[in-house]
């Protein structure tokens, strides 16, 4: 989808102004690939990179979008775009047009419509590319310090699987020849292995029942409670997990509030725009708490899933009514994770 330069013309008007989050938390592959209805990440930061170009470049989104489908290559891809355009043309902002492809994000869409309500969308777009390609970077890294002990887990369990099946049933026999009473562990192993070979396909339709259910459910609330419990209880996992979506709510902060948006109708935009559990329970106690009367750090320091420094920082932020200075400065300090 690159898309070459030398085509735009500066001559240009300036631009005119301007889904349901389906996602799983981490996807441990090196490459950015897609089985859902979500345009890959890759594609998405050239995307966002690209239209910045254009706009600033001067041209309108129209023709930005023209200029992008021109360059493209794939049908699938030249689809998506000409439907934005369309969408575009026929009276939808460019954040509405996003939405209706149904592959973006409320996080995406959110900021894009800030940004079109406060003359932003530039910044927005460049922050948006930048969020995806250090997004991808952290796939990266986390599929670099995973890949090793994730083989070797699955490794062991076919070789386990393999053996109770295969090897310990040609045994058996040969055991059952001594006439002997065989010791606890041993006859443990062949107990085992003769339920893996009773019942192997009930537990091959079991962990596959697992996964279905798992699907099902991803959406529901009690079932992403406890699945966001589990994964910050993770070493490594846990631990990027939460600097991601921290990391989205500064940005999302500093985005709404320096487009003026009221404190307490930032927090009600955020938590539209981050999808996970743990800090949409939180923004819903500090959205009480706003409307209670109590200071966005007050209400913050009830709970654990901020930390310390965030919270002092913000307190000294709301003294000197600097909250999207601090939102700003406080993005890099979560967007660099070491594994």
């Given amino acids: 989808m690159a898309i070459k330069v030398s085509h735009i013309n500066t001559t240009v008007p300036a631009a005119t102004k301007e889904k349901q989050q389906k996602s799983s938390i ?56 000409e439907s934005i355009k369309n969408d575009i043309i026929n009276g939808a902002s460019f954040s509405e047009a996003l939405q209706r492809t149904g592959k973006f994000t ?19 777009l460049t922050d948006l590319a930048t969020f995806f390609k250090r997004k991808i970077d952290q796939k990266r890294k986390l599929s670099g310090a995973l890949s090793y ?18 090897l310990v049933p040609m045994f058996q026999d040969i055991f059952k020849s001594f006439n002997k009473e065989l010791p606890a562990i041993t006859q443990l192993v062949i107990d085992i292995s003769e339920a893996v070979s009773s019942y192997f396909l009930l537990i091959l339709f079991l962990i596959l029942g697992i996964i279905v259910f798992v699907m099902l459910n991803k959406k529901k609330d009690w079932f992403r409670k406890i699945t966001s419990a589990l994964i910050l209880k993770i070493p490594v996992v846990g631990d990027m997990a939460q600097k991601i979506y921290l990391t989205r709510f500064c940005h999302s902060m500093n985005l709404l509030i320096s487009a003026r948006n009221p404190l307490l109708n930032s927090i009600q ?3 539209k725009m981050i999808d996970y559990y743990p800090l949409q329970q939180a923004f819903e106690k500090v959205e009480e708490d706003l409307m209670h009367g ?3 750090n007050e209400s913050m320091r009830a709970m654990s899933i901020f930390p310390k420094k965030m919270i002092a920082l913000i307190k000294v932020a709301e003294e000197v009514n600097k ?8 993005k890099p300090g979560y967007l660099h994770i070491s594994l």
């Fill in 269 to 271: 935009l955020v938590k």
């Fill in 149 to 166: 002990p994730i083989v070797l887990l699955i490794t062991a369990f076919g070789m386990v699987v393999f053996l109770l099946k295969f």
């Fill in 26 to 81: 981490l996807q441990l592959l090196n490459q950015d690939l897609s089985f859902s209805k979500s345009y890959p990440d890759k594609k998405k930061e050239q995307f966002y990179s690209e239209i910045s170009l254009l706009l600033s470049a001067g041209t309108d989104i129209k023709t930005a979008l023209e200029l992008i489908v021109e360059e493209t290559e794939k049908d699938k891809d030249k689809k998506l775009l």
């Fill in 294 to 296: 109590k200071s966005l």
């Fill in 106 to 124: 409320e996080y995406e869409y959110y900021s894009l419509k800030v940004g079109e309500e406060s003359s932003r969308v530039d910044i927005v």
């Fill in 323 to 330: 909250l999207d200075a601090i939102f700003k400065n406080l």
